[in-house]
């Protein structure tokens, strides 16, 4: 293979040794190693990279020097909630349940829901669950609390009412 000049064997081997990316390391590597002389099968059996891969490194290499090598961004699919609505969207989940949503707390289909009819976005339940993980939201929510609770009255509750158990003194045999 023929290697471009345009760092020298030990300019080459301290950027792949320095390099903090793991990918573009392997990269410089092959191109150093093809750079001292190796052929590609033992280039692939150093690096574990296929024959056309360390090609088109040394390719890359020869016309763009170590910019060709690194990766280029990949932008994907734009989200379908835009990124500009996102913090109205999540001061809305913060905001907690309303009487229209009909629930006590919000859960997936809820929040698919109020996406629909607020923001006029349908996702799918692991697009939703996707959008919910990338903002900052686990899968866990609190126990549902009725709206006109009164803790107080509950703990008053727990200490005065009698133990409806009782804890039986016998064990139950299993069959073996």
Sequence with gaps: MNVK?????????TLYRTEKNARLAQRIHGVYLAHKGLTC???M???GAARRTIQQWV??????EIVGLKDKPRPGT???????KELEFCKRIKAGPTKADGVSVLNGPAIRRILEREFGILYSRQGLYDLLHRLGYSCLCPRPQHENADPAAQQEFKKTSSKRWIKSNQSIQTKK
């Design 78 to 84: 734009p989200t379908k909630l835009p990124r500009k």
């Design 5 to 13: 000049a345009h760092h020298g064997t030990k300019k080459l081997q």
């Design 59 to 64: 390719c890359k290499y020869n016309k763009q």
């Design 41 to 43: 099968s033992e280039i």
């Design 45 to 47: 059996n150093i690096t």
